[in-house]
């Protein structure tokens, strides 16, 4: 079973920027708001573990499978008899914009009972999430 879903914005911001942004994991709790705490135990590189944990949530554990700076990111979730992707693209534009892509991908013989949750929360959020993400690049960009 697979279930997916993917997304773009633009972010105007070069590709660089967009990148050193992204892979600061202390920038993350910028669009996942105070609340949530990520924990990385090394450097943004393949192989690496990441923990998220949000307030009243177990914690979630995740590894980055593949890190090819600035152009992709993979970041692996392992979930009871699934596994959850989410693959970044970042495509240098014109004009020193860069075109962020998410694509999720759930798959495994567990993952349809995961699927209700993707739908929730994911499916709706995914666009509001990264219109904030191309925002506070841009406010980052300002800043240095």
């Keep these: 079973m697979t279930w997916e879903l993917k ?3 633009i972010a105007e911001v070069n590709r660089q920027t967009a990148w050193a942004f992204y892979s600061n994991i202390d920038n ?7 609340s949530t ?3 990385i135990d090394g450097p943004f590189q393949t192989g690496t573990h990441i923990t ?3 307030h009243g949530q177990d914690p ?3 590894t980055l499978t593949e890190v090819e700076p600035p152009a992709r990111v993979v970041v692996q979730m392992d ?7 989410f693959t970044w693209t970042f495509e240098e534009l014109p004009d020193n914009r860069t075109r962020l892509t998410q694509h999720v991908l759930l ?3 567990g993952a349809q009972e995961y699927v209700p949750i993707m739908e929730e929360y994911l499916s709706r959020n995914i666009g509001k999430g990264m219109d904030k993400l191309a925002e506070e690049m841009a406010r980052y960009d300002k800043t240095k």
């Design 7 to 9: 997304h773009s914005v």
């Design 28 to 34: 993350w709790r910028r669009i996942e708001g105070e």
């Design 60 to 62: 979630r554990h995740s």
């Design 107 to 109: 798959e495994g013989p």
């Design 52 to 54: 998220a944990k949000a």
């Design 79 to 85: 979930l009871n008899e699934a596994v959850l992707r």
């Design 37 to 39: 705490q990520f924990e």
